[in-house]
């Protein structure tokens, strides 16, 4: 049984075929197309049942709605060929790339984390910020991640009191990054930074980079550093997330990756997830709790931050409904 998206979505994409899949792809953001090629890329032999379960829920799904929401280059070019062989994945990525927007800060999307922190780094620090609060929120973290402690302690600073650029500045830096990009000069705006944008960024982090920032922000303005903290969505927080929600995160996440989770989670925390798990998976679960032997934290945290990843996807794209924050009940 098939029991995750992304494979749900790459076996869909192959059997489709070239040309549709192409079509399809163009809609989807650079990290989608990152997670879908990686999945086509590790598959080595579909089965004609799966490829019939997948298309069959696909019509399910496609009937039941009017419309379709389908809301680096090396990387995605390296796995595609893996997947499709040369001559397929040169034809699929041609068409995907070929309408894309590829001009200055939206190219940025397009390359991996080190890359942009190598070609950043030496801006000023606001420029780095106003950079960042426009790329993916985990591909942001990411890049700061390549910076030196102090420079991302002063970055995260900056897309905290982020609230806005006017629009001709924008322009003058974009214009400069398409010139040095050689691409064109369209860009998609999105909402700049503030405390929100910093949170969000804070989510990816891994916990060591997250510590040494937020010491940094508490220094300067340690009630800031605090409403940064409060808009952070954390591993406890998935308390706050009801029981469908919690059914449809599970079907997100790998049973390795929940196990290490658990292993830092609260008793209380344990409980819901083993509330909405099927009564054998939640004993097997609790097996393996019992028998796994000491795991560092840092593994801990990590397998945290990928399933917040998923709660944060999922959010986006109106799936699950976090806990509410003041007045605003929905992310």
Known sequence: MIDN?????????????????????????????????????SMKAIGHDDVEVV??????????????????????????????????????????????????????????????????????????ATILVHLERDQASAVLGYFTERLRGDVMLRIATLDGIKPTALKELNDVLTKVLSGNENVSKKSLGGVKAAAEIMNFMSGENETSIMDALKTYDDDMAQKIMDEMFVFDNILEIDDKGIQTILREVQSETLLLALKGATEELRTKIFKNMSSRAAEMMKEDLENRGPVRLSEVEAQQKEILQAVRRLADAGQIMLGAKGEDAFV
């Open 55 to 128: 298309l069959g829920e696909f019509l399910s799904i496609a009937n039941e709605s009017s419309t379709l929401s389908l809301d680096s280059d090396e990387y995605v070019r390296s796995v595609m060929t893996r997947a499709l062989g040369d001559d397929k994945a040169a034809g699929l990525l041609n068409r995907i790339l070929q309408d894309r927007d590829s001009s200055g800060i939206d190219s940025l999307k397009w390359m991996d984390a080190q890359t942009v922190a190598d070609f950043i780094k030496n801006e000023h620090p606001q420029i780095i």
């Open 5 to 41: 998206n992304i494979t749900k979505a790459a076996i869909l994409m192959l059997a489709l075929g070239e040309e549709e899949a192409s079509e399809v792809m163009r809609h989807l953001s650079p990290r989608e197309v990152q997670k879908l090629g990686t999945a086509m890329a």
